[in-house]
């Protein structure tokens, strides 16, 4: 099985370890990515290890490798959705879209469907439905940039991506600018993790979470109280995932378990890529 595990570590984009074997390398990868919030079914180490022992690191690896190439066909669909969607001016038209849209993706007679678990259909749906919410509903922001930069990535398909799918925004910056909260709020997380680098959660009062990744030192601990525009990290280029200095910047709801558009609550911005 040594050809799987080295599949799944090549298109993670882990650079392989001579002195450490590939079981235990496959084993970090996978928890590595489970503490990136990527697998909302195993949520730390120790569900990550009973997960490994209920179906072995065989069938873990198999799903990784998995859940990195199967996306093909759907990514494809949803970026041209995405494409309509912006071009469609009346929230009317854009809700008709959406529900023929999404009743298309997740027919049960779809080959798309038939490539997706309940809970991923599910999180596809909450996604789509969401933002719709916003594109119907939105009226004013109350969130800020936490830096001043280039927007190099939007939310939405891409192809660089694990599954295919961006779930943030990210803002090229030059290294060690400082990073602001966004909004007023708690900080629950301030850590570094292998794959995002060092990154800062904070928990708002709405049941809205903000998360800043890939920062090169992090200026505030867990339970700290910031308000919008304290200044929390500086920016950076770490953890596997990035590719040049920047801030990845997610805004999530439903207490911090769905990421949607930032764009959707930022103040306009032009300077993009």
Do not use: C
Not at 107 to 115: C, F, L
Not at 137 to 155: A, H
Not at 204 to 232: P, R
């Amino acid at each position: 099985m040594q050809n799987i595990y080295l599949k799944a570590l090549d298109l993670a984009g882990y650079e392989l370890e001579e002195d450490i074997s590939l079981e235990t390398q496959v084993r970090n990868l996978f928890i590595d990515m489970v503490d990136g919030g990527m697998y909302s079914d195993v949520r730390n180490e120790e569900e990550a290890d009973d997960f490994i022992e209920e179906i072995g690191l065989d069938g873990v690896a198999k799903m990784l490798v998995r859940s990195m190439e199967r996306y093909g066909e759907f990514k494809r669909m949803v970026g041209i959705g995405w494409e309509v969607l912006i071009d469609l001016r009346k929230p009317s038209k854009k809700l008709i879209f959406i529900i023929i849209f999404l009743s298309f993706l997740l027919t049960p007679q779809t080959a798309i469907a038939k490539e997706l678990t309940t809970k991923q259909a599910e999180s596809i749906l909450n996604i789509i439905i969401d933002k719709t919410y916003k594109l119907l509903t939105y009226s004013s922001s109350t969130y800020i940039y936490p830096v001043d930069g280039i927007i190099s990535s939007p939310y939405g398909p891409r192809e660089s991506s694990l599954d295919g799918f961006h779930y943030g925004l990210d803002i090229a910056v030059v290294e060690n600018s400082q990073v602001h909260s966004s909004k007023f709020g708690i900080v629950s997380k301030a850590e570094f993790n292998e794959m995002i680098g060092n990154v800062v959660y904070i928990n708002h009062s709405d049941g809205e979470q903000t998360m800043y990744a890939h920062n090169n030192k992090l200026l505030v601990k867990v339970g700290d109280k910031v308000n919008q525009n304290d200044v929390i990290a500086l920016s950076g280029n770490t953890g596997k995932l990035s590719r040049g200095p920047h801030v990845h910047f997610e805004i999530r709801t439903n207490n911090g378990t769905l990421s949607i558009d930032p764009l959707d609550y930022l103040p306009a911005k032009t300077n993009k890529f």
